[in-house]
């Protein structure tokens, strides 16, 4: 399976296209002046990065994968784990609003009910879950774009770029959230039913003896809702903002910045991308917390009791917390890239059969 993915993954124009037109002596001559040879310039194509760039693999391969379904957990897991304070504050407020009526109320409550172990409930169950997700979000959305782009061909594949992330990271995140379904489900319980249980250890079995295996899946459904808007959004947004900001922001080409240049790129279109990842998936989000929190209820009940507003709620302690993860995930999982040496082509350009059907070159 991996021996052909890596032979389809060398064709498309996600694999440095233009390193491919280089290379094959198909990117034309350079307008440069005439006049004789000056000395060495110290910037540097994407050509000759390449040569200067060794990978510890190549682009689609099975190591490749692997990697970066290892960049996935780290990434996802120690984020979440270190935000889980936020989180349980806005879990909160979603479930019982009259309680936890802000950000900054919720945090007063739950300190003095629970002191400053309380902020760290669900702690466990994060960690595992959102490791489990990364892992499949990351690691098969790779895998999917890769396969996506070669079934449209290497023209269709940039033209319909977008289409391609969109699907790519819906297929992936499809199969991330049956992976934590079962732990965000535990997660809920622990921080929003006070006396249920404090651990993951508890938590489990409690819930299996009541409800059985539907306790740990009644909730996959809302959760893709939530999920799979906010990481087809996550994905196709930081892709598009990336190539936004080298194009219009960025004062020099990809291939001359440094790789701590590149890294505050991805830093910067990763908040923007996390921002409307918030926005979209909220009322989502409400209703799954509300549903892991009562037994016996379905998605549709929670959403009509909830209503317009009530789905709202905690959406501002969410930009916050979701804008600063997904940052920090991308931060994250490009320097996971850039320690293992994984090759990390640069944003798509337009294929050159497809410059001279639009006739931007003879």
Request: glycine share 8%; with cysteine.
């Amino acid at each position: 399976m991996y021996s052909s993915v890596v032979h389809l993954a060398r064709a498309n124009p996600f694999n440095a296209p233009h390193l491919q037109l280089v290379h094959d002596g198909l990117a034309g001559p350079r307008s440069d002046p005439a006049g004789p040879p000056g000395p060495p310039r110290r910037s540097r194509n994407l050509a000759a990065a390449a040569v200067e760039e060794q990978y510890s693999c190549d682009y689609g391969s099975g190591r490749f994968f692997i990697l970066c379904g290892l960049g996935g957990i780290i990434s996802c897991g120690t984020t979440h784990t270190a935000l889980v304070p936020l989180d349980l504050v806005k879990c909160r407020m979603q479930v019982d609003p009259q309680k936890y009526k802000s950000i900054f109320n919720g945090f007063s409550v739950t300190l003095k009910e629970d002191g400053f172990r309380g902020l760290a409930k669900g702690w466990a169950p994060t960690f595992i879950g959102y490791s489990l997700q990364g892992l499949c979000k990351f690691g098969f959305y790779e895998v999917f774009k890769v396969l996506y782009s070669n079934m449209l061909g290497e023209e269709n594949a940039y033209l319909w770029r977008t289409s391609l992330y969109l699907a790519a990271s819906a297929s992936a995140e499809f199969f991330a959230d049956i992976a934590l379904a079962p732990m965000e489900a535990a997660k809920v319980r622990i921080q929003t039913q006070p006396g249920y249980a404090n651990t993951l250890r508890d938590a489990a079995p409690k819930m299996y003896k009541e409800e059985g295996l539907k306790a740990f899946y009644k909730g996959v459904a809302p959760l893709w809702m939530r999920q799979i808007p906010y990481t087809m959004m996550k994905f196709a947004c930081f892709e598009r903002t990336v190539e936004a900001l080298y194009k219009f922001v960025v004062p020099k080409p990809r291939s001359e910045c440094s790789k701590p240049e590149q890294l505050v790129v991805t830093f910067v279109a990763g908040y923007i991308a996390g921002v409307f990842c918030a926005i979209v998936s909220h009322p989502a989000d409400s209703v799954v917390s509300v549903l892991n929190k009562e037994k016996g209820s379905s998605a549709s009940e929670v959403l009509k009791r909830l209503g317009f507003r009530g789905v709202w709620k905690g959406l501002f302690a969410r930009i916050i917390m979701i804008g600063t993860l997904t940052a920090l995930q991308w931060f994250i999982y490009d320097s996971v890239k850039v320690y293992f040496r994984l090759p990390r082509p640069p944003p798509p350009e337009m294929p050159e059969s497809l410059k001279k059907k639009l006739g931007y070159t003879q």
